[in-house]
């Protein structure tokens, strides 16, 4: 432990007046919210953004420049980590929420307005780029931040509120979904291309000075002020708790990498199996509805049985499932298959994620949590999701096989396995059994 630690930030007294959960819920998912809602958005209109930004002679190829461009964001969620990460840890989760909310928005915007490669030539894919990495470092230090918010002001619940991360990603897939029904159904398919895909980013931008808000008149979590403080939060994080950070990204494999392949599974149900190109609404609706729904539930569950009690149930049904799904929806390319291979992803997801954000949060303890959840899990974002869409687009025809993201999420949920498999072992700081 660092011998520079000093007293407590706060007395007791100072510890009294609690913000209302509700508040509290709201300051720490709508980041969270406003980061998914821009990747869903992103992946509803890969097509006509990489038309704008990244011409090329053939459409894979343009789409996969997208992709990379969407993946390349997730090199900066690391260095985000350590820097907004250990800035939380210092001076306080609700200072480093705040700075984290307005660099979002600031990606955001710049998205929304950069003129197209025909008007800029080069500076527009750089200006898509730059974009995309303002947002990935300030994402990198918000799940850590937003996570150790929520089990800091209910530690005896940390389960059911830190379930909210997730779930508020849920909220944003509706949105998302809703914001790009509205738009496809009233624009022209040449409107929708020129420019009508940028006004959902526009929405997004909305989300940003709420948020702000929000976070600006939440208090400090109880737990942070009465913690001592440490001038070094990151040197003790690698010293003491390194391991933490490690299985924080294996634990995060298997969710990260299902997620991407659900945004992706509709447009590879259209452009390889033939569907609709609706699908891809419905899907999204599909999976983000249960997901709403049932993620506090299951967070709440794990509150009282254990949060390692059912993820490896959902995980192992994962790795022998995926392949048989893709399997009967190859041989079966029907819009009523793929809904109920979603619907039945998601209920593992749901059984699978719901309480990993308090998991994970229980591997460090307070000085260092921040830190330590959000390097983890940004490095097992950026290594298992980031690069997903354009690994999976890639591995389709090189090995020869439709059926081949499948593959990928075998991978993923093998890492998670062997990482709940060593987290069972060790003891957690503030642990329901």
């Known amino acids: 432990m660092d011998t520079a630690a000093t007293n407590t930030r706060a007395s007791p007294a100072a510890l009294a007046p609690a913000a209302s959960m509700v508040r509290v819920i709201a300051a720490a998912s709508i980041g969270n919210a406003l980061e998914f809602y821009d990747i869903v958005v992103y992946g509803l209109f890969a097509a006509p953004i990489a038309h704008a930004f990244f011409p090329s002679g053939s459409a894979t190829i343009s789409l996969l420049l997208a992709w990379g461009a969407f993946g390349v964001t997730f090199l900066a969620r690391p260095l985000g980590a350590i820097v907004l990460g250990a800035y939380a840890d ?14 979002m928005t ?12 025909a008007t800029l030539g080069l500076p527009a894919p750089l200006g898509v780029l730059a974009a995309r ?3 990935g470092f300030a994402v990198g230090g918000e799940f850590g931040s937003a996570t150790a918010m929520m089990m800091e002001h209910a530690p005896r619940r940390a389960g059911f509120f830190a379930s909210f991360q997730f779930s508020s990603q849920a909220l944003a897939g509706i949105l998302g979904a809703g914001i790009a029904i509205l738009v496809t159904g009233t624009l022209p398919a040449a409107s929708l291309d020129a420019w009508g895909w940028r006004l959902p980013f526009v929405f997004g931008l909305l989300i940003g000075p709420v948020g702000l808000y929000i976070r600006r008149h939440v208090d400090e979590t109880p737990e942070f002020l009465a913690a001592p403080a440490i001038r070094a939060p990151i040197r003790v994080l690698l010293a003491d708790h390194g391991a933490g950070i490690l299985l924080t990204a294996g634990l995060i494999a298997m969710a990260t990498g299902v997620t991407y392949l659900d945004l992706l599974l509709p447009s590879y149900a259209v452009r390889q199996l033939g569907l609709p190109p609706t699908i891809s609404l419905t899907s999204l609706l599909t999976k983000s509805t249960l997901s709403l729904l049932l993620i506090p539930l299951v967070g709440h569950w794990s509150d009282r049985i254990g949060r390692t009690r059912i993820a490896p149930f959902a995980a192992v049904a994962v790795l022998l499932l995926v392949y048989p799904g893709f399997l009967y929806l190859v041989g079966h390319p029907a819009i009523g298959t793929l809904l109920g291979l979603v619907a039945l992803s998601t209920l593992l997801q749901i059984g699978y994620n719901a309480a990993l954000p308090a998991l994970m949060g229980e591997l460090f303890p307070v000085q260092t949590r921040s830190s330590g959840m959000s390097i983890g899990y940004s490095l097992g974002v950026m290594s298992f999701g980031g690069f997903a869409p354009a690994i999976i687009t890639w591995l389709i025809p090189h ?4 059926r081949a993201p499948s593959f990928y999420v075998i991978f993923c949920a093998l890492v998670s396995l062997a990482a709940l498999a060593a987290v069972r072992r060790r003891p957690r700081h503030g642990a329901a059994s």
């Open 133 to 135: 990495l303002i947002q």
């Open 399 to 402: 090995l020869g096989s439709i």
């Open 106 to 117: 600031l990606g955001t915007l710049l998205l929304a307005v950069m003129p197209g490669y």
């Open 90 to 103: 210092r001076a306080g989760r609700k200072a480093a929420l705040t700075l984290g909310i307005l660099l």
